[in-house]
């Protein structure tokens, strides 16, 4: 059976790669951040029509419990924009992922980075999630029309308490470049000791994700 991991941005897209590079069966595509992820989403399964697909990538916590490299599967995902909705993974992804070690996770899918600890404990407490992305839920949705078992397969990588605000302009918009890096720096000092926490998190969280997915990737024999 064939397979599509899908990953918005390109440290989530180097993560998957690495972890399928050997399974031929299984297409990985970068398809965007936020908005533009379902896009991106319809045309990579309209080119793969996949026999199941995954979302893969980083999340942030809200719930006190989901501390930075714990890998979540989701279920429920509700969109901010439309509560009334909510999407349920299919269960057989589901079930595997737990299998490989994944906790389950309510999830909210908002459109703009979160990184207040107080706009994190708001969105827990309106919407019963315990943890935020910012595409699972458009992602799901493309995959529900198109009939596609699916499954957001997430690692934290900020805590409930993290607070990102200070990185907010420069990372709000996707991945900074190394230049975009040293120029806030340099602008905004303050920057220097939230970026070294953030970059303490991504290894642990992408070492996590990585390592899950190997495992994915390595018992295909029991996949859907």
Same mark, same amino acid.
């Given at each position: ?15 998957? $790669? /690495?972890? *399928? ?13 936020? !908005? @533009? &992820? #379902? ?84 969105? $827990? /407490?309106? *919407? ?13 949705? !493309? @995959? &529900? #029309? ?79």
């Amino acid at each position: 059976m064939s397979g599509l991991v899908l990953a918005p941005l390109r440290a989530e897209h180097a993560i998957a $790669r /690495r972890a *399928f590079r050997k399974q031929d069966g299984i297409r990985v595509r970068r398809i965007g951040m936020g !908005v @533009a &992820a #379902a896009d991106g989403a319809c045309r990579a399964i309209g080119e793969a029509r996949p026999d199941w697909c995954l979302l893969v990538g980083f999340c942030g916590g809200l719930s006190p419990d989901l501390a930075t490299g714990t890998v979540v599967a989701l279920s429920p995902v509700v969109a901010q924009a439309e509560d009334s909705v909510s999407f349920v993974p299919d269960e057989a992804l589901m079930m595997r992922a737990r299998a490989l070690g994944a906790r389950t996770a309510r999830a909210v899918t908002v459109e703009h980075l979160v990184a207040d600890p107080r706009e994190k404990k708001d969105l $827990r /407490r309106r *919407f019963s999630a315990d943890a935020l992305d910012m595409e699972s839920a458009s992602v799901a949705h !493309v @995959a &529900a #029309a198109s009939r596609i078992p699916f499954l957001a397969l997430r690692c934290v990588l900020d805590d409930a308490m993290r607070d990102f605000s200070p990185l907010e302009d420069l990372i709000g918009r996707g991945e900074p470049s190394a230049r975009d890096v040293a120029v806030a720096m340099l602008r905004k000092p303050g920057t220097f000791f939230p970026l070294l926490q953030l970059t303490r998190d991504y290894f642990l969280a992408a070492r996590a994700l990585k390592n899950l997915l190997v495992r994915w990737a390595d018992n295909r024999t029991t996949l859907p």
